[in-house]
């Protein structure tokens, strides 16, 4: 104790953030902003309202490092509630965009309650199960995945299964790391491989989705509808070449060839501008942020900070593992964005939480 | 069951929960790696499949069209132009409510269904953001009127584009022809790689002979497209080559004069006037004529109906596709065909009573005169068209001795003219009635072919030759209508006649003058059948009437041309070289139905003479 109290505090333990973490954040978000540059046709229009989201989205990071973990396992079954409630509100009486009900109108602001729960149930499970023995118990694992089920389900609805899955990957992300039986996991795995994608073709996915994964598999069959975008997706990134065609030089972007090209697409316009080295450059920044987080969970002292740190950054990896994975080709289309680079704001703010929640489990644990 | 005791202990709860990090981050470096592969693949193994599909996206290969070569009258008075019109462009694809859009124009400008109809034909078979003609050929003030309405019309276009235009409209119409879009059998025949980013192609007469002088060659431009196939910018282009341009042997001076002669009398015929020196076509009428400028763009059916149910049949290019029996214009070859094959000389007269007749047979060949002629010699025979001088003359000679002497002078062979459809007539020998009509040759025939009736039949541009043969002595020239064409460097390219130095073989030049003289007495003595055209002129004219039987009259029948209906009357003919001492020029002229060759073909050729003459290059 006495250590810790004659510790010397420097600036970024005043303000809790991770000099580290924040500094590969921002590299990546300054990446991002060029990147969006060149894919919007140089539009400043787009320039000034993304880096507005950047600012506040890096407001609320710093807003949220200030809460104490401590607090957030308190508040954590009560923002799992509330997200349910605002699933069950939206179903309701969501708004309706792009045939989906995603959208919570709350007055001013709209509110997608699917990015809620993003965060709300990984701190949920990390929260039920941080005083849980290792490994777990029967009942106790079937609670967790109730806790799971209830919003992935809520959120299927919507519909939208590409959010459904990543919320349901970071509760079971937390079941792992809370030490779930291998037992259990090699018989999760060997249903999920058997039965799972005969359950989600005949009674799951929509008639679109059933296409999305149909035209993964063999996206030449249909250039121009379905096919279409990863078609040229590829065509941009394999013509990038080894070291690209150079900054703004995007033609596959520039001519308007590539569609979503600011939005879900985005790397594709990267890939083309700055080829395969440029890809390994921005994979590596994705892959210190993620081992960063990891590393920040493992040097941390209490198991839910542990668990939701570790859930948050293992989500991240999934996020941009998804993403880049749809826009090369081997996985199907799902309408992830590019974390931290994409053009929209939701996803931003999300992430910029989830970082302001492992910047405070970082900060905290030297005042534990 | 490895672990029955819960652990509780926190260091030891802490360094399972690191495993699993380690676990999983393992798992995820392998997908991690599974991107790096992948990315390699596409973009350092597969580059240039990808590269190219790229390049394939946004480059395209535009075709540039030529322009067409432009052509002139020996005296560069332009007889086909380009000239720019405007049309009005839609891109359907851009357009939400095409209906709208058109009441819209319809209100600003006229559009009739029939252009409204069209373009929704053809808004059917386009590519994507392909645009769209709506109408051609605006005015000034229909420009004027969508410049100012264009922020109210989206998607809306005004493009210029290059018009074959003919300016002197029906003068040498059969001659030049015309060009028009290609059509669905020429579309199969022609060379895509040439006729890329063309739609017009040569259809008659010297646009279609000359298509490969006057078409160009096209040229390409590559150009930077984005995804709604809109060009941006051009990366690389390689100009066309222009069509060379072409200079006719037309003069429209001489050739506007033959045109009204038989516009004055609305006759239906051939007139030619050739250099004999070398084959040179000064003009070349086929009348009744057309404008060609209506087909250009595609003839509207009202005004090919119009065309096409005249009877005298305007479309029809009579000089080389007409064929018509010679009658006695013939009479001056064949006459010189007896004196160099020596069947007669210039002395020998057989006594004309009006008729001929076989020994053996009942029928009278009778001559146009019914008291005859009295005694005649060759000269007298040509200059008063004796025909029983030459139903005697044809008994001696035989039908294969006059076919092969006539044959010299290119009867019943193409003259080589350049337009490859023209007809090669018909000269007969008893193998060609046995082969054609199955029948063996009478000898009556041999006589009536004497005057240049019966299985004979000739072209206008034929007859030329043979006179320009006759006329030079024997020199044979091919008549064309090219004189040179200009290329794209500006080197001349002058026509070359295939026939060059060839002569007839000639026994004894005293028959061919003697002919030559008989033909100025024809015009110039006082019984000379054309006698009424050779007064009060400066200059001399050798020249032979015809007249040639369409339907043959009874054996004591009478003719009488106002009882005849118009279709079986006469061909009037007229054939001249002038000057007749020192020829320079050959004259055919032949009115369908005309009635005599001396009352109205000679004036006509008179006509034209005169304007030679005024002219005299």
Not at chain 2, 308 to 336: A, C, W
Request: proline share 4%.
């Amino acid at each position: 104790m006495l250590k810790d109290r004659l510790y010397k505090r420097t600036f970024f333990d005043i303000i809790k953030i991770d000099p580290t973490l924040m500094l590969f954040l921002l590299i990546l978000s300054a990446v991002g902003l060029m990147v969006l540059y060149s894919a919007s046709g140089q539009s400043s229009d787009t320039m000034i309202r993304q880096t507005t989201r950047l600012l506040f989205s890096f407001t609320i990071l710093l807003v949220v490092a200030q809460i104490s973990p401590q607090y957030l396992k308190l508040i954590s079954p009560w923002v799992f509630i509330i997200g349910i409630i605002m699933l069950i509100l939206v179903l309701l009486v969501g708004d309706i965009s792009k045939g989906a009900q995603r959208w919570l109108n709350i007055y001013f602001f709209r509110l997608q309650p699917s990015e809620w729960m993003k965060i709300a149930l990984p701190m949920a499970i990390s929260w039920y199960l941080h005083d849980k023995p290792h490994p777990l118990k029967l009942s106790h694992f079937l609670v967790a995945m109730l806790i799971i089920l209830l919003p992935v389900i809520l959120i299927f609805y919507q519909p939208d299964l590409g959010t459904a899955i990543l919320v349901g990957i970071s509760g079971l992300f937390v079941i792992f790391l809370a030490g779930l039986s291998w037992w259990f996991i090699g018989i999760f795995v060997l249903l999920f491989i058997v039965v799972m994608p005969y359950i989600m073709w005949n009674f799951v996915m929509h008639a679109y989705q059933k296409t999305r994964v149909l035209t993964f598999i063999n996206p030449e069959t249909d250039m121009l509808g379905a096919g279409y975008h990863i078609t040229q997706s590829k065509i941009a990134i394999g013509s990038g070449g080894n070291f690209g065609h150079g900054w703004l030089n995007s033609t596959q972007s520039g001519l308007d060839f590539l569609p979503e090209r600011t939005t879900d697409f985005i790397f594709a316009v990267f890939g083309e501008e700055f080829g395969f080295l440029g890809a390994i450059l921005l994979l590596c920044l994705y892959l210190i942020i993620v081992y960063r987080g990891l590393y920040i969970a493992i040097k941390s002292r209490n198991l839910y900070d542990k668990f939701l740190a570790g859930s948050l950054s293992l989500t991240f990896f999934i996020y941009f593992f998804v993403n880049i994975g749809m826009v090369i080709g081997i996985l199907p289309v799902v309408g992830i964005p590019l974390p931290l680079v994409s053009y929209g704001g939701t996803s931003m703010v999300t992430l910029c939480i989830s970082f302001g929640m492992i910047m405070s489990i970082h900060s905290f644990k030297r005042l534990l | 069951m490895p672990n029955k005791e819960y652990i509780t202990n926190r260091t030891k709860r802490y360094e399972q929960f690191a495993n699993r990090i380690f676990t999983i981050g393992l798992i995820f470096l392998l997908l991690f790696l599974a991107l790096i592969v992948r990315l390699f693949f596409l973009q350092n193994i597969n580059f240039n499949h990808y590269h190219k599909l790229s390049e394939n996206n946004r480059i395209k290969t535009v075709p540039t069209a030529p322009i067409r070569g432009l052509i002139f009258d020996r005296n560069h008075i332009p007889l086909a132009q380009n000239i720019p019109t405007f049309e009005l462009l839609i891109t359907p694809n851009k357009v939400k409510n095409m209906s709208f859009l058109l009441q819209r124009i319809k209100k600003i400008i006229s559009i009739n269904n029939s252009e409204i109809k069209n373009f929704k034909k053809k808004m059917t078979k386009k590519k994507p953001f392909e645009k769209v003609v709506l109408k051609d050929k605006l005015t000034d003030k229909d420009i004027a009127i969508i410049l100012a309405n264009k922020i109210f019309l989206p998607a809306i276009e005004i493009k210029a584009k290059l018009n074959r235009y003919y300016p002197l409209q029906k003068i040498a119409v059969h001659a030049l022809g015309y060009i028009g879009r290609i059509n669905k059998q020429e579309a199969k025949k022609i060379d895509n790689k040439i006729y890329k980013g063309s739609t017009h192609i040569g259809k008659i007469g010297v646009e279609k002979e000359y298509e490969k002088i006057l078409r160009g060659y096209p040229g390409s431009k590559q150009v930077e497209v984005n995804v709604d196939g809109k060009e941006l910018r051009t990366l690389k282009e390689v100009r066309p080559t222009p069509g060379f341009a072409m200079t006719l042997t037309i003069d429209t001076r001489l050739q506007q004069v033959a045109e009204q002669a038989f516009l004055e009398h609305e006759h239906a015929g051939s007139a030619i006037v050739m250099d004999i020196t070398n084959g040179e076509i000064l003009t070349i009428v086929s009348a009744p004529d057309f404008n060609p400028n209506l087909f250009v763009n595609g003839i509207s059916s009202d005004d090919f109906d119009k065309i096409n149910k005249d009877s005298k049949r305007p479309l029809y290019n009579r000089s080389i596709l007409g064929k018509y029996p010679p009658g006695s214009t013939i009479k001056p070859f064949v006459s010189l065909a007896g004196l160099e094959l020596g069947i007669i000389n210039k002395e020998k007269k057989i006594n004309c009573h009006g008729a001929y007749q076989l020994q053996n047979d009942k029928h009278r060949y009778r001559d146009w005169k019914k008291s005859g002629h009295g005694w005649t010699n060759v000269e007298k025979s040509i200059v008063e068209s004796c025909d029983v001088f030459y139903y005697d003359l044809g008994f001696h000679m035989g039908v294969n001795r006059m076919s092969d002497y006539l044959s010299l002078f290119g009867f019943g062979k193409k003259t080589g003219f350049d337009n490859k459809y023209e007809l090669s007539g018909i000269l007969p020998t008893r193998a060609w009635k046995r082969k054609n009509r199955n029948k063996k040759w009478y000898l009556g025939e041999t006589l009536i072919m004497g005057i240049g009736q019966g299985y004979m039949s000739a072209t206008s541009m034929q007859i030329t030759k043979a006179v320009a043969t006759l006329a030079s002595f024997g020199k044979v020239v091919t008549p064309h209508l090219l004189k040179y064409y200009t290329d794209h460097k500006g080197i001349r390219h002058k026509y070359q006649d295939p026939n060059k130095n060839t002569s007839l073989p000639i026994n004894n030049i005293d028959n061919w003058k003697l002919i030559h003289k008989s033909m100025k007495n024809v015009v110039h003595s006082p019984t000379g059948t054309a006698r009424r055209i050779g007064y009060n002129t400066s200059y001399l004219i050798a020249g032979k009437t015809g007249t040639s039987q369409v339907y043959s009259i009874a054996q004591d029948g009478k003719y009488d041309a106002k009882k005849v209906a118009y279709e079986l009357r006469d061909h009037a003919l007229f054939i001249a070289f002038v000057p007749a001492d020192n020829p320079k020029i050959a004259v055919t002229v032949i009115i369908e139905h005309g009635g005599s060759g001396s009352s109205t073909a000679a004036p006509i050729a008179k006509k034209i003479i005169e304007k030679y003459f005024e002219l005299r290059y």
